[in-house]
């Protein structure tokens, strides 16, 4: 992303904001895995979208119409001894000449220099709960300019949900966050054929996951954008399995949920296929009838539908498939109705993506379902898990099978930008025919 973007992004909040007025935004904290090993420190993701700047122990401020400049950084100094055993800091001039601060203080300085940053200011923009050491220290400065009214000092009567404002901004992605998230897609299609072509009885699913990170490394992905579920046989019904310490058997299916993160913006992808190359009669007939599911809730995802309805069409066919298979009984519209379906489909079709696998942004809006507007992007991943085999014919137990894309809304319908992870069972097949890896 390069710097304009951020400004961009800036500049729309200060709109919104107006004079008078201040964002406060401590940034995520480093933490630890076990002793002296700290895992590796991600920014939080408001924290990045509005300046790229990616160091632990660094506030972003925001100030409209301050004349010294409207946007500051608060971060950790240079320190060649510390810079020797941690890394590279920008310090305060590289906050300025890298990530374009207006001005920037060592963040230890932020006792001093953000109670006058507050004072006469008449709404702050801040997100409670989010980093509770730091609502502790904003508490203190702000009971400090309130009890310091006395002296002449005026303290802001409104505190604004910070997020809220940006979950808006982010869940309409911009031509250059579509296109991190086309390459984010792209290298996340490519870690599920690579998986698909290692696959083999007797694996072991972590061994298919060291696939799945090695495409995303590979591809300038440092990190997958969350933990990779590679779940073969009755583990592929744990919704978010991610032990992926068992050996793959024959005849069984596996379930891989895997994206990679790139540039900060997620891919999250599901396939299910055979551990042996083949489906069984009794896989097949469930996964086509996800897919056709599948298939259904994303032609529902164009400008002007509502939100839930891919999930209602999911449902629909779903609930049909599973009555002539013999798997629910009944009539169609009160199992619909009385969500029976629920003993085998149990989440929901979808979620936001973008910086976040479970991004930001309402689903309702005054109580009612949101229209879909070009810019969102979304996931469409139906399943089908049996995972209480009881009064159920045996050649189904324990199958459990999610087909999921990332679908980017746009102004005459959708694209997915997933579509070229195979699958159609023919094709999966034939690509688990071909060689080995
Ligand atoms: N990978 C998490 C999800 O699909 O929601
Ligand atoms: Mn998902
Ligand atoms: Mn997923």
């Excluded at 911009?174 to 390459?183: F, Q, V």
């Excluded at 996931?379 to 209480?388: A, D, F, H, I």
């Excluded at 050649?395 to 930008?417: P, S």
Aim: glycine share 8%.
């Amino acid at each position: 992303m390069n710097k304009k973007e951020f400004a961009r992004r800036r500049q729309r909040l200060i709109d919104i904001m107006g004079e008078d007025s201040i964002a406060v935004l401590p940034n995520a904290k480093v933490s630890t895995r076990n002793r002296d090993v700290d895992y590796i420190f991600r920014s939080d993701s408001n924290f990045h979208y509005l300046s790229g700047f990616d160091e632990p122990e660094s506030v972003l401020v925001i100030v409209p119409g301050r004349p010294h400049g409207e946007f500051l950084i608060f971060c950790r100094e240079r320190d060649l001894d510390k810079e020797i055993w941690d890394g590279y800091r920008a310090g305060q001039e590289g906050a300025i000449e890298k990530y374009g601060a207006d001005d920037s203080y060592p963040y230890s300085d932020l006792n001093d220099i953000l109670p006058g940053l507050l004072e006469g200011k008449e709404k702050v923009y801040y997100t409670m709960g989010n980093v509770p050491t730091f609502d502790h220290r904003m508490v203190g400065w702000l009971n400090h300019l309130r009890n310091a009214s006395r002296q002449g000092m005026h303290s802001p009567t409104e505190i604004v949900e910070l997020d809220h404002v940006l979950n808006e901004l982010r869940l309409f992605k911009s031509s250059a966050e579509i296109k991190a998230m086309r390459t984010a897609a792209e290298i996340s299609v490519h870690a599920h054929i690579r998986a698909m072509q290692f696959t083999q009885v007797g694996k072991w699913e972590y061994q298919v996951e060291a696939e799945i990170i090695h495409e995303f490394m590979k591809n300038d992905c440092r990190s997958p954008a969350y933990p990779s579920i590679v779940g073969g046989g009755e583990n592929g019904c744990i919704l978010h399995y991610i032990e992926n310490d068992h050996k793959l058997k024959n005849n069984d299916l596996l379930l891989i949920d895997a994206g990679a993160e790139y540039d900060y913006y997620a891919a999250d992808i599901t396939r299910t296929f055979p551990v042996n190359g083949k489906y069984t009669p009794a896989q097949k007939a469930l996964y086509n009838l996800v897919l056709d599911s599948q298939k259904a809730a994303i032609a529902e995802v164009k400008p002007g539908n509502h939100w839930n309805q891919p999930h209602e069409a999911a449902v629909r066919v779903l609930t049909e498939g599973l009555l002539e298979l013999g798997l629910l009984n009944g009539k169609l519209e009160t199992l619909i109705e009385k969500e029976q379906y629920r003993k085998f489909y149990m989440h929901r079709t979808g979620h936001w993506l973008g910086m976040d696998v479970h991004d930001v942004g309402d689903y309702k809006i005054g109580g009612e379902w949101r229209l879909l507007e070009p810019g969102m992007v979304l996931t469409v991943e139906p399943g089908l898990y049996v995972r209480n085999p009881e009064n159920i014919a045996k050649k189904w137990h324990f199958i459990g099978i999610r087909i999921e894309d990332d679908v980017l809304v746009t102004k005459t319908g959708n694209e997915v930008l997933t579509q070229g992870a195979p699958k159609e069972v023919d094709e999966i097949e034939a690509l688990m025919a071909a060689v080995k890896l």
